[in-house]
């Protein structure tokens, strides 16, 4: 093979079956694309061992993606389930899985999905690291730590959340600096305890360099986690965040300079006012990396909402610059999603990523508007139902309220403006009453 990445081919001018797929979706000039790459600004996630992957580009002139959680826990184990979420995600056009799984037989799982899913997989490895090893969290030690990374690569995952940018120097701003919610990532708790309990370095941090090595032996993008993401609007934009932000700049040019793609994590829960500047602030500090950010969150009253709450930060965050958004269900904060649940929030959040790309002027994302406007004008309900994002649910409601004259809808009928006006610019007669 004449390059070891897609960051790599594409520094050297080489055009791969990757880009040429994910360029044709974009309906853009591979050569663009490729340029795009060459500089980080667009990834392809594709682990050289997954081979039922379909590939997608992340970036922030690129149509804004979606990732979906799912995964086994404790308290939800049943892996068939979780299957089934996965497939209807990736029916529903969800470009990306990451599993969260943190009990049980997680390897196996793991391989199913990159086995057989077409979609992104990504996975946060220090989850695994606890389950796999089984003892306390200060028991595991920093090689054990690495050790769980390289196995994830093995098993053809995409891309791997990796919390390097929480340091001694870091975590002991954090502790200054008191927060309303302390750190709410799981990885970034985890870490972080584990530093405190053992006195020594995060061994993601301090071992960077042989993590990326592992990510260019497999070509797996490095998603840089953020440990320190606000878990509530107070803690929005403090020091803890932007310090580690500064942090992930400085190893996504590391990685770079390893032809490793990346992108960054971001927040989290943050008022609609500063989501525009924190992508501003992203877009400088990691030079143009994707973003990758779950919601943001924009208030925090809203429990069995939140998928609301999420991609009304979502449509902003990707607007300003954000390239992937995690989806938010209803159920978060809560408990497991259950299969309503994800469609709900994979609903949510493609509604954000579409309204995104029209207002940031992705090529053909109002395409699909203006078809569904047209089909209105017409009154053509099957080619509404055809063209809508959920036509199930669209068929449903227009079911239990059938209305009396099938060109109309239960809540016009004869009033219908949509109607009246194809009939009059014909030159009818339009009664109204009289119908």
């Not at 200060?138 to 730590?145: F, L, V």
């Not at 497999?218 to 320190?228: E, F, N, Q």
């Not at 989501?275 to 069995?304: E, H």
């Amino acid at each position: 093979m004449q390059y070891t990445t897609q960051m790599d081919a594409a520094r050297k001018g080489i055009i791969t079956g990757e880009m040429e797929a994910a360029a044709k979706k974009e309906q853009m000039d591979v050569h663009e694309l490729m340029a795009l790459m060459a500089k980080g600004h667009a990834i392809i996630p594709c682990n050289k061992r997954h081979t039922s992957l379909e590939p997608n580009a992340i970036g922030s002139m690129l149509r804004t993606k979606i990732n979906v959680n799912l995964g086994i826990s404790r308290d939800c184990k049943d892996m068939d389930m979780e299957i089934e979420k996965v497939n209807n995600a990736v029916k529903m056009g969800a470009e990306s899985i990451m599993d969260l799984s943190s009990y049980g037989d997680t390897r196996t799982f793991r391989r199913r999905l990159t086995t057989e899913c077409p979609a992104i997989i990504g996975t946060v490895p220090i989850y695994d690291a606890v389950v796999y090893y089984h003892k306390p969290l200060k028991e595991i030690t920093s090689q054990q730590w690495l050790d769980i990374v390289r196995m994830h690569a093995e098993d053809g995952v995409d891309f791997m959340t990796i919390h390097c940018g929480i340091n001694k120097e870091t975590a002991g701003r954090f502790k200054r600096n008191k927060r309303l919610t302390n750190i709410v990532s799981r990885g970034g708790s985890i870490i972080f305890a584990w530093m405190e309990m053992t006195g020594q370095e995060n061994p993601f941090y301090e071992h960077y360099d042989e993590i990326l090595d592992i990510c260019r032996e497999y070509d797996i993008t490095m998603s840089l986690g953020d440990a320190c993401r606000p878990g509530c609007i107070q803690d929005a934009s403090d020091i803890s965040q932007i310090e580690e932000l500064i942090t992930l700049g400085e190893l996504t040019k590391h990685a770079w300079e390893k032809d490793v793609q990346v992108m960054v994590e971001g927040p989290g829960h943050m008022p609609l006012d500063q989501i525009a500047a924190n992508m501003k602030i992203q877009q400088t500090l990691c030079q143009g990396a994707p973003f990758y950010v779950l919601g943001p969150l924009v208030t925090d009253i809203a429990p069995g909402y939140d998928h609301i709450t999420a991609a009304i930060g979502g449509a902003i965050a990707a607007t300003y610059g954000a390239s992937f958004l995690c989806y938010v269900t209803p159920a978060e904060h809560l408990r497991l999603p259950n299969l309503d649940d994800v469609k709900e929030g994979i609903i949510a959040s493609r509604i954000a990523a579409h309204a995104a790309d029209i207002a940031k002027g992705v090529k053909g994302a109002a395409d699909w508007d203006n078809k569904m406007s047209a089909a209105r004008k017409r009154l053509d309900w099957e080619e509404m139902f055809r063209l809508c994002l959920d036509p199930e649910k669209a068929r449903r409601y227009r079911a239990e309220a059938k209305p009396e004259k099938e060109d109309t809808c239960s809540m016009c009928g004869n009033f219908c403006a949509v109607k009246n006006m194809n009939r009059i610019l014909e030159g009818e007669i339009v009664n109204i009453y009289d119908e």
